[in-house]
C-alpha cells in the first residue's frame, strides 16, 4: 500500500466515510500532515473543514508520557491513573497545562488567521490524520473534541500499524482505515511524497476549503506554498533490525555510511521511540560527519506506556548492555569508538551501562531527561559526559547540576535555549545537535586503546 501524497491518501479515505454523508459533520484535521488528508475528506462529503488543535500534557520528567492533553476553549482532559502512578502534583499539571497552553494559543493564531472554530456540539468530529504512529496525538484530539461537545467522534487515517485500534481504546466511537500493513516501520513509508506539511499549506488549505468555488484545486493550492524540507524531516531509512535482549525482541535501525568514525547508539525509553523526528535529526547531523548511529528501543511497545517500566532505570541499562553487546558482535561495528545518546529516562540509563566495570564507551551525552535517576551509578561512569539541558526549564537544571556533582569523570553542562527538554525553542535542537557532534568527534580517542 503507497500514496501519491497526502491528497492522494485523503481521496482514497473519503469513500470509506461516504456512510457520514447527510450527517451534521465537521472533519478536523491534526496540523500539520493531517489537514491535506482531511481537506480532500470534507470536499468529498460536502463538510466544513478544520484543525484540531491539541497539545498533550506529557509527565514531568518524561514528556513522552501522556498524563493529558488540551484543546481550544480551555478544555483539558487528564488520565487520572497515570497522573497518580507518576506521582504528579497539582502544582506540577498546572505548570506543565501553562506552558503547552501557550504554544497552543500561538499555533491556533498562526493557523486560524483569525477564523473563529467550527462548534462541535452536537454535531459528528471525523479527526483525520495522515497515519497513525503511537496515536497518541489522535487519542487526544478524540478526547478533546468529545470535550468541546461533539456527539461523536470517528477517527480515520489511510494507514496505522496492526493492533492500532487498541491504542485508541474508547476515546472514539468508530475508527476507520485503510490498511494496517504487517511490515510497518513509519507513516513515511507509505507515501511516495511525503515532504513536511508547513503552516503555510495548512492556511491554503483552510483557506480553499471557505472558499471552494475561487483558486485552483487543493493540492495545486498545497503546492505553491510548499518548502524544502525542514530539518527535522526523517532521514533516509537505515537497516531495520532486532535485537534479542533479555527474553524479548527490542528494535532498532542501523545506519553506517561510508568508513564510520564511530557509532552513537541512541537509547529510547519513550513512545515515539526510534521514530523519534528529533533523534532521527540528530542522527542525520551524525551521518553527515561520517558517524554510524543504532537507533535502539530498550523496551517493547507495551512497555513504553507503562510508566512501571519507562522508569525501572536497572531494566533500561540492561537492555542497552545487551543491545551493546550484540553490537559489538557485528563486523562493522566491532572496533569502532562507541558512544552513547540518551533523553527522557534513558538518560539515566546509559549513565548506568557506562558505569560498567567492562564499559567500552568514548563517550556520553544526555539530552534533557533525568540524569539523576542514576545517582548511585554516576560517580562510576569514566566516558566523558556532556550534559544538554534548556536554559529556561529550572527544574531539570537544577537536576542536572546534581547529576554533575556526582560525577567524577570528564563533564561538562551545556544550556542551549528553550523552557522544555523537548528542545521546541528555534535553533535549540540545531545547537543540541552540534554540541553532540562536538563531543562525539573529539572523545574517538578516549577507546582507541580499549576497543580490541
Not at 486560524?112 to 504512529?133: F, K, M, W
Not at 507495551?302 to 548492555?321: G, K, S, W, Y
Not at 558512544?339 to 564507551?361: F, K, S, W
Request: net charge neutral; proline share 7%.
Amino acid at each position: 500500500m503507497t500514496f501519491i501524497d497526502r491528497a492522494d491518501a485523503g481521496r482514497q479515505l473519503a469513500p470509506r466515510l461516504e456512510h457520514l454523508r447527510g450527517e451534521p459533520l465537521v472533519v478536523l484535521g491534526l496540523p500539520r500532515g493531517g489537514v491535506p488528508v482531511a481537506f480532500e475528506v470534507a470536499r468529498a462529503l460536502g463538510a466544513p473543514l478544520d484543525v484540531i488543535v491539541v497539545r498533550k500534557l506529557g509527565v514531568p520528567f518524561q514528556p513522552e508520557l501522556g498524563m493529558g492533553a488540551i484543546g481550544e476553549d480551555g478544555v483539558r482532559v487528564l488520565n487520572r491513573e497515570i497522573v497518580a502512578e507518576a506521582g504528579v502534583g497539582e502544582d506540577e499539571i498546572a505548570a506543565v497545562e501553562a506552558r503547552e497552553r501557550a504554544e497552543l494559543d500561538r499555533r491556533v493564531a498562526r493557523l486560524r488567521g483569525g477564523r473563529a472554530r467550527q462548534p462541535l456540539a452536537g454535531r459528528v468530529a471525523v479527526v483525520v490524520d495522515d497515519g497513525i504512529a503511537t496515536g497518541s496525538t489522535a487519542r487526544a484530539a478524540c478526547q478533546v473534541a468529545r470535550a468541546q461537545g461533539a456527539a461523536r467522534v470517528v477517527l480515520a487515517v489511510p494507514v496505522a500499524p496492526p493492533g492500532w485500534e487498541t491504542g485508541i481504546g474508547g476515546d472514539a466511537d468508530e475508527l476507520i482505515c485503510l490498511g494496517t500493513p504487517a511490515a510497518f516501520f513509519a507513516i513515511g513509508q507509505f507515501y511516495a511524497d511525503f515532504t513536511q506539511t508547513t503552516d503555510e499549506q495548512v492556511t491554503a488549505c483552510l483557506q480553499r476549503a471557505a472558499t471552494p468555488a475561487a483558486g485552483v484545486p487543493a493540492a495545486s493550492a498545497a503546492r505553491a506554498h510548499a518548502s524544502p524540507a525542514h530539518a527535522d524531516d526523517p532521514p533516509g531509512p537505515g537497516q531495520e533490525i532486532e535485537i534479542a535482549v533479555g527474553g524479548v525482541r527490542l528494535a532498532g535501525q542501523l545506519t553506517v555510511p561510508g568508513k564510520p568514525a564511530g557509532i552513537v547508539v541512541f537509547a529510547h525509553a519513550a513512545a515515539t521511540g526510534r521514530h523519534s523526528p528529533r533523534s532521527r535529526y540528530l542522527a542525520v547531523v551524525l551521518h553527515q560527519a561520517g558517524l554510524a548511529t543504532l537507533l535502539a528501543d530498550l523496551l517493547t511497545p507495551a512497555e513504553q506506556v507503562d510508566p512501571a517500566t519507562v522508569f525501572d532505570i536497572r531494566l533500561l541499562e540492561r537492555r542497552l548492555t545487551g543491545i551493546t553487546r550484540w553490537l559489538r558482535a557485528q563486523p562493522q561495528a566491532s572496533t569502532l569508538p562507541l558512544h552513547y545518546l540518551g533523553t527522557r529516562t534513558a538518560a539515566a540509563a546509559v549513565l548506568g551501562a557506562a558505569a560498567e566495570p567492562d564499559a567500552q564507551v568514548a563517550a556520553v551525552v544526555c539530552r534533557g531527561g533525568r540524569p539523576d535517576l542514576a545517582s548511585a551509578r554516576l560517580a562510576a561512569v569514566r566516558a566523558p559526559t556532556l550534559l544538554i539541558v534548556a536554559e529556561q526549564d529550572q527544574v531539570l537544571l537544577r537536576l542536572h547540576r546534581q547529576a554533575q556533582a556526582a560525577l567524577r569523570c570528564e563533564n561538562r553542562l551545556a544550556l542551549v535555549p528553550g523552557g522544555s527538554d523537548l528542545l521546541e525553542a528555534p535553533g535549540a535542537l540545531a545547537a543540541a545537535a552540534g554540541l553532540a557532534l562536538g563531543w562525539f568527534t573529539s572523545r574517538h580517542k578516549f577507546a582507541a586503546g580499549q576497543v580490541s
